[in-house]
């Protein structure tokens, strides 16, 4: 997880913390065929000191989620020996 132990002490008197989100919704599927529904996410971080006096920006901390409208779908498979062979030959033989 992208915010585990994720500290932050300020040392101005007033700060800015912006966080931007980007959700996307995935589903793994192993050999044996289970299902995993879950998301995958990232995570960036931006800071700014407010200046009370001029009142562009208001102190705090923001959360902005970007959900993605593509799924991705991950399917474990294995592939047989004699796909691997020809492969490995080709790679050896150059």
């Given at each position: 997880?992208?915010?585990?132990?994720?500290q932050?002490?300020q040392?101005?008197?007033?700060?800015?913390?912006q966080?931007f989100?980007?959700?996307?919704?995935?589903v793994?599927k192993?050999?044996?065929?289970?299902?995993i529904?879950?998301n995958?996410?990232?995570?960036t971080?931006?800071?700014r000191?407010?200046?009370?006096r001029t009142?562009?920006?208001?102190?705090g901390v923001?959360?902005?989620?970007?959900?993605?409208p593509i799924?991705?779908?991950?399917?474990?498979?294995k592939?047989?020996?004699l796909?691997?062979?020809?492969k490995?030959?080709?790679?050896v033989?150059?």
């Open positions: 997880n992208p915010l585990d132990r994720v932050h002490v040392t101005a008197s007033l700060g800015m913390y966080y989100i980007k959700v996307v919704p995935t793994y192993d050999i044996h065929n289970r299902k529904q879950t995958q996410f990232s995570v971080e931006h800071f000191v407010v200046n009370s009142g562009q920006a208001l102190p923001f959360f902005f989620y970007d959900l993605s799924k991705v779908n991950f399917n474990e498979a592939t047989p020996f796909h691997f062979l020809p490995v030959c080709a790679i033989g150059g």
